[in-house]
């Protein structure tokens, strides 16, 4: 397999398109990933994508690509997980990978308890408020500093 960029999206994710469309955009997850292939198509690379709603699902994703050679890095939105997951803290520090936080909306201009982040402090770079293009900073960010 190619070298690649994994892109895990967490809960309510499947929803956009049509979840709070004044804040999330219209964009669908499919757009997203399809945004993120071509992206990383550009840099010779190839894309992953998972979406869940489950935490630990999202760590299983999170230990598979730090334990795969392959991987370059990690897009990693984890949506409502971003402000209660230790479990995901601990996977990215466990492993090593290299994460891009990522966000939809900037979390900051919203209510208080969004405003604290678990992933911040072990990401590589975060990136908020660029709506679906937020993405592919993300995936050129990794790309550009592969290796």
């Known amino acids: 397999m190619a070298r690649r960029i ?3 999206n967490g809960p309510n994710l499947n929803l ?9 955009g219209t ?4 757009d997203v990933e399809a945004w993120c292939a071509q992206r990383a198509a550009a840099h010779g690379l190839e894309v992953s994508c ?3 709603n489950h935490e630990g699902a999202l760590v299983d994703a999170l230990q ?4 795969d050679p392959e991987v370059v890095g990690v897009v990693l939105n984890a949506a409502a ?8 803290l601990d996977a990215v520090k466990a492993t090593g990978v290299r994460v891009v936080e990522v966000h939809l909306s900037n979390p900051h201009a919203r209510e208080p308890f969004r405003h604290t982040s678990y992933i911040s402090p ?6 908020a408020g660029a709506g679906v293009r937020g993405y592919g900073y993300a995936v050129d960010h990794l790309a550009s500093t592969d290796g």
């Open 6 to 8: 994994v892109v895990l």
């Open 16 to 24: 956009l398109g049509t979840r709070e469309p004044d804040v999330y």
């Open 27 to 30: 964009d669908t997850l499919a």
């Open 50 to 52: 998972r979406q869940s």
């Open 64 to 67: 598979e690509a730090g334990a």
């Open 81 to 88: 997980y971003t402000h209660t997951s230790v479990a995901l």
């Open 122 to 127: 072990v990401a590589e770079a975060v990136i």
